[in-house]
């Protein structure tokens, strides 16, 4: 969520929003939860076993 990707100093306290765009690749199963992803980014997720929940 979010307020995890805060928490975690992964984005700025005051974002309201954030996006997630592939670069890399992932080996560990994420979910994502009101987050958005790119077509890339959501196609990676997803092949390492994870998902993304609008």
Not at 18 to 27: Q, Y
Not at 43 to 54: D, F, M, N, S, T
């Amino acid at each position: 969520t979010l307020e995890s990707l805060k928490k975690a100093g992964i984005v700025p306290r005051r974002a309201r929003q954030a996006k997630v765009f592939a670069s890399g690749s992932i080996d560990k199963a994420l979910t994502l939860r009101g987050i958005r992803a790119t077509r890339g980014a959501r196609a990676a997720i997803e092949a390492a076993g994870g998902k993304v929940e609008e």
